[in-house]
T-cell receptor
Framework: GAGVSQTPSNKVTEKGKYVELRCDPI?????LYWYRQSLGQGPEFLIY????????DSGLPNDRFFAVRPEGSVSTLKIQRTERGDSAMYLC????????????FGAGSRLTVL | GENVEQHPSTLSVQEGDSAVIKCTYS??????FPWYKQELGKRPQLIID?????GEKKDQRIAVTLNKTAKHFSLHITETQPEDSAVYFC??????????FGAGTTVTVRA
């Protein structure tokens, strides 16, 4: 597509529920990134994919968070047993090749855990 | 890991004046320093970037300077306009993908 697309744009859920956030990167971009942005803060790195594999998942806060990219394009960020502290904007970005580091961000998915 | 500090957190300038935002980083191996602009409710957008083999880069009213010895870099916006009002984030990385962002500077341009 023309840009990075993220769905849903807004997600409200109850504590303890499971959520999935989807990212559709720019067509042909091999690298995909997930960041989390809390209110009034800069984005924080979560995970980076090169193709289908997670090249670096060191930013995932705990084992409730998991992300996949099975066909090397669309990625899904999965959060189990959500907690109120998970409330944030989840940003996806893609770039043209590993090491290109010019990230294009999506509009984000705002997650609110009640 | 990399730690990026950004100052000031808020900046109010009169239209037509200049705005300067400063960032420091901790990892001397960092070699790529982008700046992102984020308007309210919108995605961060890259406005300018600089690599460690360059000391200064300019793009119309925007310029970035880098001092590797001191480990700091700055964004300069000249002749500010109301549409420059936004949150600006600096970032740094040494491995090309794991950007470490500053906390952001909210810039308000007064007409």
């Amino acid at each position: 597509g023309a840009g990075v697309s993220q769905t849903p744009s807004n997600k409200v859920t109850e504590k303890g529920k499971y959520v999935e956030l989807r990212c559709d990167p720019i067509s042909g971009h091999t690298a995909l990134y997930w960041y989390r942005q809390s209110l009034g803060q800069g984005p924080e790195f979560l995970i980076y994919f090169q193709g289908t594999g997670a090249a670096d998942d060191s930013g995932l806060p705990n084992d409730r968070f998991f992300a996949v990219r099975p066909e090397g394009s669309v990625s899904t960020l999965k959060i189990q047993r959500t907690e109120r502290g998970d409330s944030a904007m989840y940003l996806c970005a893609s770039s043209g090749q590993a090491g290109a580091n010019v990230l294009t961000f999506g509009a984000g998915s705002r997650l609110t855990v009640l | 890991g990399e730690n990026v500090e950004q100052h000031p957190s808020t900046l109010s300038v009169q239209e037509g004046d200049s705005a300067v935002i400063k960032c420091t980083y901790s990892d001397s191996a960092s070699n790529y320093f982008p700046w992102y602009k984020q308007e309210l409710g919108k995605r961060p957008q890259l406005i300018i970037d600089i690599r460690s083999n360059v000391g200064e880069k300019k793009d119309q009213r925007i310029a970035v300077t880098l001092n590797k010895t001191a480990k700091h870099f700055s964004l300069h916006i000249t002749e500010t306009q109301p549409e420059d009002s936004a949150v600006y984030f600096c970032a740094a990385t040494f491995n090309d993908y794991k950007l470490s962002f500053g906390a952001g500077t909210t810039v308000t341009v007064r007409a």
